[in-house]
């Protein structure tokens, strides 16, 4: 019920606020890699256990009835040639809208952004990839929900543009091919504001969706399956190319010039070290770090059971899924450097494999690097040659604590900025009482020890009060 007023009440503003869109003139489309890349011989959309010598198969979005406009990013459709206007404005009302670079009347956008219709030059694809899930070689995976529109280019940028929740394709497996509003407004929010932030991401330049279209959804998994509106998110990037979509190359492929391979996986082991330093210093949880989705540009991709901590725990899994906790949130630095080994591996089948070794390895040192930098710049730390290790063991204290504490990842920085070292008052204790206060309770410990070993007795609680009363230091 909250969801659908927020939605309503976000459509209501979106419609006061929009008056119009258009194309921008110098915007067209350069679809390289349908160009480029094997293509399935297949014309028919319908799915397959296996597409065999092809890198994307030709499929049309299947459209939904009667689409709505739930939320748009001004910012990320001027990527995509698309220009939002506001305010008053001259519309054109032809019998011919949406697809010139006239001003247009907003509802003939939607459509379009829905899949239903396309703007002149796009072509539609499904991307073929396979993946290692869990550590594991699950074979061909595939884009099984989204579609590749083609590549806009403006402005001297080429960005890809891409639809998910769009309906069947080859690699839809035992999915529908459809995704509902919850999984497209947690990622329209949580890349726009990863990019806000200054973190490599695909963008998202809306959502929409449809009354009239539904799906079946069982939301908690426990049986009581309901049916629920469909949406589409419209997903923006450089390149949706993943590390498994070098996963389905066989030997016979003929390449030339091995060095290139060499520069081409240095660079994507250095994107990809400076990704995560970057999640690590926002206590960002991305869940499924499996091949195929890890982008080869160093983007954030694919945000699915992600999530942000709150009070901090090094071991923090926001996967439900993850019964092991393979992609806890320690762990995400040696996961994406074991996916670049995974790469590496593939790459291994065109060039010298022990030639990647040495990018392979530099992989830390780049980690480390731009972990401390971050961490410095958090901090307020001014980077002076000779104090790195006092540096590294400043911030590896400061997280032991917050561990041991369990205070809260994002409010301790934002509490620890308005930190004044030249106040003459008693700050020490306001900002002590600030992190005491957005620290985890004992209840909360409780619950935390219930989920990951099956529950905690009350006595056993009581004895771990009685513990910390009589020796905190001890416990």
């Given at each position: 019920m909250m969801v659908r007023m927020a939605v309503n009440n976000c459509r209501t503003r979106l419609s006061r606020s929009l008056s119009g869109w258009r194309r921008l003139p110098t915007a067209h489309f350069d679809n390289a890699v349908l160009r480029e890349l094997p293509i399935d011989a297949?014309?028919?959309?319908?799915?397959?256990?296996?597409?065999?010598g092809a890198c994307f198969s030709r499929?049309?979005?299947?459209?939904?009835?009667?689409?709505?406009?739930?939320?748009?990013?001004?910012?990320?459709?001027?990527?995509?040639?698309?220009?939002?206007?506001?305010?008053?404005?001259?519309?054109?009302?032809?019998?011919?809208?949406?697809?010139?670079d006239e001003l247009q009347q907003i509802d003939t956008l939607v459509p379009i952004l829905a899949g239903n219709k396309l703007l002149a030059g796009s072509e539609t694809a499904a991307q073929c990839y396979c993946g290692h899930q869990f550590g594991f070689f699950s074979g061909q995976l595939g884009d099984g929900a989204a579609l590749y529109l083609g590549e806009i280019v403006t402005e001297g940028e080429r960005w890809e543009l891409q639809l998910?929740?769009?309906?069947?394709?080859?690699?839809?497996?035992?999915?529908?091919?459809?995704?509902?509003?919850?999984?497209?407004?947690?990622?329209?929010?949580?890349?726009?504001?990863?990019?806000?932030?200054?973190?490599?991401?695909?963008?998202?330049?809306?959502?929409?969706?449809?009354?009239?279209?539904?799906?079946l959804r069982d939301v908690f998994y426990d049986g009581n399956a309901k049916m629920e509106p469909t949406a589409v998110v419209t997903r923006i990037a450089k390149s949706f190319l993943r590390f498994g979509s070098f996963e389905i190359f066989k030997d016979q492929d003929k390449f030339t010039g091995e060095n290139k391979y060499e520069k081409f996986f240095e660079e994507v082991v250095r994107r990809t070290a400076?990704?995560?330093?970057?999640?690590?210093?926002?206590?960002?949880?991305?869940?499924?770090?499996?091949?195929?989705?890890?982008?080869?540009?160093?983007?954030?991709?694919?945000?699915?059971?992600?999530?942000?901590?709150?009070?901090?725990?090094?071991?923090?899994?926001?996967?439900?899924?993850?019964?092991?906790?393979?992609?806890?949130?320690?762990?995400?630095?040696e996961i994406c450097k074991w996916n670049c080994g995974v790469l590496a591996d593939q790459l291994g089948l065109v060039t010298d494999r022990a030639g990647l070794e040495p990018a392979l390895e530099a992989f830390d040192a780049v980690y480390q690097d731009?972990?401390?930098?971050?961490?410095?710049?958090?901090?307020?730390?001014?980077?002076?040659?000779?104090?790195?290790?006092?540096?590294?063991m400043l911030v590896d204290t400061l997280f032991h604590v917050l561990a041991h504490t369990g205070a809260d990842f994002i409010c301790t920085f934002r509490f620890l900025s308005g930190l004044d070292v030249f106040d003459s008052g008693d700050y020490r204790e306001r900002v002590l009482n600030q992190l005491v206060g957005v620290s985890e309770t004992l209840a909360q410990r409780k619950c935390k020890l219930e989920e990951g070993s099956g529950g905690v007795s009350d006595a056993q609680f009581d004895m771990i009060v009685l513990l910390l009363d009589e020796n905190p230091v001890r416990a």
């Open positions: 297949e014309p028919k959309n319908f799915v397959r256990s296996a597409v065999s499929v049309e979005p299947t459209p939904i009835a009667r689409p709505e406009l739930v939320v748009a990013s001004p910012n990320s459709l001027l990527l995509a040639g698309i220009e939002l206007i506001t305010g008053g404005g001259q519309v054109n009302s032809s019998d011919d809208r949406g697809i010139n998910k929740g769009s309906g069947l394709t080859p690699y839809s497996r035992t999915a529908d091919g459809r995704k509902v509003l919850r999984s497209t407004l947690r990622e329209f929010l949580c890349s726009e504001s990863m990019f806000a932030l200054g973190v490599p991401t695909t963008r998202a330049g809306s959502v929409v969706m449809s009354r009239e279209t539904q799906v400076k990704l995560v330093a970057k999640w690590q210093t926002l206590g960002f949880c991305h869940g499924v770090l499996n091949t195929d989705n890890m982008s080869t540009v160093g983007d954030t991709l694919d945000y699915g059971p992600f999530g942000f901590m709150e009070h901090f725990d090094p071991k923090h899994i926001c996967n439900t899924s993850d019964d092991r906790g393979r992609y806890r949130y320690e762990a995400q630095p731009e972990y401390m930098r971050l961490m410095r710049e958090k901090l307020g730390l001014s980077p002076l040659h000779g104090e790195e290790k006092e540096d590294k």
